[in-house]
């Protein structure tokens, strides 16, 4: 694990997660160690279950840990309370998930500015605030349609325009182009770079085509992270990762 910076955006350090099954605890999550600085893209991979979900759940601040510290632009996550983390989820973080958490009866504008107008912003204020995002995205020729007459990859930037107008300087990306064809996917990359620069992004994903640009990447096992580095370092370590690239090549 690299040293410790000053600009890092997320610290996490000695981080253990279990769950209870019956009498017994069952560990998910064993001594996580990582930082992402203020600006970076770091994807992280691992097999099914080693624990990716609960890891951008509590970097989220959506879970808790079991033990371990966790710093979130210089701030104590594990020593804050839930009114807090919620102030830290609604004003620092955007997440953008598979599953879009769309109102089917609403329209792609009406599900757009509704966050804005949770915050108390007006209806004539929050359209004129997202337009530019709308036709940025290029939804702005669906702009009344309901989320069953869209794509899965439109649903999805209807997610990441939320996001966009929510500008928080951390984002949370979880297998978010995972269920769409590589067409859609290719769109929805698009509109994902744009959101991310400048950004801190931290990203799952099971396609390795997704992650191969990140600045850095971790593999996460059962026993922690176990490789760190961007794509062609960890290619020369022919370890775990390079496994992942060549089964991924060999399926093409």
Do not use: W
Request: proline share 3%.
């Amino acid at each position: 694990v690299r040293i410790m910076m000053e600009n890092a955006m997320i610290t996490m350090k000695n981080i253990n997660k279990g769950y209870m099954l019956g009498e017994e605890r069952l560990p998910i999550l064993k001594d996580i160690n990582f930082q992402v600085n203020k600006g970076e893209y770091v994807a992280i991979l691992g097999p099914s279950g080693s624990g990716k979900t609960t890891l951008m759940n509590m970097v989220g601040c959506m879970d808790v840990m079991d033990s371990g510290e966790y710093y979130l632009d210089g701030m104590a996550i594990h020593e804050t309370k839930e009114d807090d983390l919620t102030m830290v989820r609604n004003q620092k973080i955007g997440f953008i998930f598979q599953n879009y958490q769309l109102i089917p009866t609403y329209n792609v504008m009406q599900n757009i500015i509704m966050p804005l107008l949770m915050r108390g912003m007006t209806h004539e204020e929050a359209e004129e605030k997202c337009k530019n995002t709308i036709k940025l995205l290029g939804l702005d020729h669906r702009i009344g349609h309901k989320p069953n007459e869209l794509s899965g990859g439109q649903k999805q930037r209807i997610s990441i325009a939320r996001v966009f107008l929510k500008n928080p300087p951390i984002i949370i990306l979880d297998e978010a182009t995972s269920a769409l064809d590589n067409e859609s996917e290719y769109e929805v990359a698009k509109s994902l770079g744009r959101l991310s620069e400048g950004r801190t992004t931290l990203t799952i994903a099971h396609r390795l085509s997704s992650i191969r640009n990140s600045d850095r990447i971790l593999v996460l096992t059962h026993d922690g992270i176990v490789e760190e580095g961007n794509h062609e370092e960890l290619l020369e370590k022919h370890g775990i990762y390079d496994q992942f690239y060549r089964m991924a090549n060999e399926l093409k």
